[in-house]
């Protein structure tokens, strides 16, 4: 009986092992036709920095990429390299950098898309991004001092980055988490990248800079030439006008500019379009609306003739629904939108045709730069159009590469032309892979929001070089007192100001405030914008902030009550930009001379010398000198 049931089982179990063996079979050839694979292991990998500790690599699937990571020390960092290949050209696989150590002093984190909050949240609640067209990958975590306690950075300016950086709630830790690949890229067969960490104690704008250089220098990246004009005042139509704009009321406005100190108008959105309910369903042919601007050359002439450089603004991906265009581009855009879609870059048709646009401007208009808006529009969101039409087409696969060619040809092609060509682009397109292809950064959008202009302008000037910084576009109420109009003015005068008030309706107070700030600006112009810049206090919005050039120091104080500190012999402005008429100095030594103006420029005091702590009656928006 015992024998029998053995016999039995065996029988049972033959039976199931074929019907498993032909199991496999049928799944195999399924696998084979649908051309489905099976994952690899994950990989992790660690290596140990003096500065943050173990640094761990991981990839979830790698998919027959191999990596190599290996690290070096250099004169106030480390960094680490990662090298990726392949043997086909093969989408790159995500895999992401991570690191912690003890919170110890760090008390904010500052990144260039905060504009000046720099909270240390949880690292799960905050994500950061960058790529070409959009932030940088440069991450500072800072004390209560203004000095740096760990700056990290990636010499990634083109592709896109997704990092988390803040505290780690279990263990009294902060962590940096830097992914790559999350979005879709094309294939390659060799991708390198480094990262490079910086726990130096100095003021944390140098390492900021430091880092920023850093990327540029390991990525080849050469900023475009800045001509002297890329740092004169301007007038810009877009918060007055908005599409309402017309050639006889801008030439009137141009005319008051230029007797201001103004020296180059940009003409805004509107003179493309009859249409103002201020979308871009009209954008994309680019003809001048004749009922606004009914000779396009003569008017640029017009102005000319008053002394000022004329630039004119596009939208460059966008091609509106409306256009006669957009039937033209159909299958050639990353989106599919109701209003206006975002042409793909990766077409050479696509880059042909916004070349010849600009080209053609430059030449028929006579025009002397070009403002050039929404390019951080050029990304992917969701599946990438161009995967499912086997990029039929496209004589380049990757997006961010893409974009890089056709700024590069845009800039290229126009100062060949023009070689003084302005070319302005607005924050968060702000990175080092930017400043190639353009000479003006301005400040984003933040209306009538003073503190707001001044936190982008700071953050803009660490990360910018050479690069002229541009302010949002000034405005303000015509009832304010000169010196409450003046606050615009002050927490913009570390930037190069564009103003957009009509000029024509500005009570003469205003005007005159404005006049005198406009020369206080240029006399002083090479140390408010191109010397040794240092904004305090990122946490509290930058209260003070100070420019030193090898002659002078000018100092802006934006809250009541901060003590200022000054060391002689060099000339030292400070600029009461507070709601206060009092300033409190800390004199190292005795001065020879002091001096109060108001917003108007008018000497109002000559008070005592002294050494130590000293408080000064300052008019609101106006300044001590001590010399």
């Known amino acids: ?20 063996v032909t199991f496999i079979k ?32 991981h990839c979830p699937v790698p998919d027959g990429w191999d990596f190599k990571i290996s690290c070096q020390c250099s004169e106030g960092f480390e960094s680490i390299k990662i090298e990726l290949s392949h043997d086909l050209p093969t989408p790159p696989p995500v895999f992401d950098i991570s690191f912690s150590r003890p919170v110890g002093d760090i008390r904010y984190i500052w990144h260039a898309n905060d504009d000046g909050r720099c909270a240390l949240l949880p690292s799960w609640l905050k994500k950061y991004h960058s ?13 209560n001092n203004n000095t740096n306690r760990l700056t990290f950075a990636v010499s990634e300016p083109f592709r896109n980055i997704e990092a988390v950086a803040g505290a780690v709630e279990d263990d009294a830790h902060i962590e940096g988490k830097i992914s790559f690949f999350s979005t879709p890229e094309a294939p390659m067969t060799n991708y390198c990248t480094e990262i490079r960490f910086d726990c130096e104690n100095r ?16 990525c080849g990246i050469v900023p475009a030439r800045t001509p002297d004009s890329v740092f004169d005042p301007l007038y810009s139509t877009w918060y007055q006008f908005h599409q309402q704009v017309n050639a006889k009321e801008i030439e009137k406005e141009c005319a008051l500019a230029a007797e201001a100190g103004m020296k180059t108008i940009i003409l805004d959105d509107g003179w493309q379009t009859g249409d103002s309910n201020r979308g871009y369903a009209y954008c994309g042919d680019w003809e001048v609306c004749a009922e606004k601007i009914p000779d396009m050359a003569e008017h640029v002439r017009k102005v000319h003739a008053l002394g000022l450089k004329y630039m004119v603004w596009y939208s460059v991906p966008f091609v509106g629904i409306r256009s006669k265009n957009h039937e033209r581009f159909k299958n050639m855009y990353l989106t599919d939108r109701k209003d206006r879609n975002v042409l793909d870059p990766r077409f050479p048709e696509v880059r042909e045709f916004l070349c010849s646009i600009y080209e053609d401007a430059l030449r028929e208009w006579d025009i002397d730069g070009f403002k050039l808006d929404f390019i951080d529009e050029f990304k992917i969101q969701g599946k990438d159009p161009a995967i499912e039409q086997d990029y039929s087409g496209r004589d380049i696969k990757s997006l961010p590469e893409s974009v890089d060619t056709l700024l590069t040809q845009i800039r290229k092609r126009l100062e060949r032309i023009n070689p003084e060509i302005l070319i302005e682009f607005r924050q968060r397109y702000i990175g080092p892979a930017i400043r190639q292809y353009g000479n003006m950064l301005r400040a984003a959008d933040c209306p009538l929001d003073a503190r707001g202009n001044r936190q982008r302008i700071a953050s803009l000037r660490l990360t910018s070089g050479c690069t002229a910084v541009h302010s949002d576009m000034l405005e303000w109420d015509l009832d304010d007192t000169p010196e409450t109009a003046a606050h615009h003015i002050l927490s913009a005068i570390f930037g190069v100001i564009q103003y957009s008030m009509r000029l024509n309706t500005l009570p003469d107070s205003h005007l005159r405030m404005m006049k005198h700030w406009i ?10 914008l191109n010397s040794q810049f240092r904004p305090y206090f990122p946490q509290s919005g930058y209260p003070v902030i100070e420019a030193e050039s090898g002659k002078e120091r000018i100092i802006a104080v934006y809250e009541a009550r901060r003590i200022i500190p000054v060391s002689l012999p060099k000339n030292t402005y400070i600029l009461n930009a507070t709601d206060t008429e009092e300033i409190f100095v800390d004199l190292h030594s005795t001065p020879s001379k002091i001096r109060i103006y108001d917003t108007f420029g008018k000497q109002v005091s000559t008070p005592a010398t002294a050494q130590g702590l000293c408080r000064f009656h300052v008019p609101q928006s106006g300044y001590i000198k001590i010399f």
């Open 1 to 20: 009986m015992a024998i029998g049931r053995v016999l039995n089982l065996f029988e049972f179990n033959l039976r199931d092992a074929h019907r498993c």
């Open 26 to 57: 049928i799944f195999i050839c399924f696998c084979v036709i649908t051309d489905l694979s099976f994952p690899t292991a994950a990989m992790t990998e660690s290596i140990n920095l003096r500065s943050v500790g173990n640094v761990t690599l």
């Open 131 to 143: 790529d070409i067209a959009s932030g940088i990958p440069v991450y500072t975590f800072l004390d």
């Open 203 to 218: 003021f944390y704008g140098d390492a900021i800079s430091d880092a920023v250089k850093w990327i540029s220098d390991r």
């Open 519 to 528: 020369e206080f600006s240029q006399k002083h112009r090479e140390t408010l």
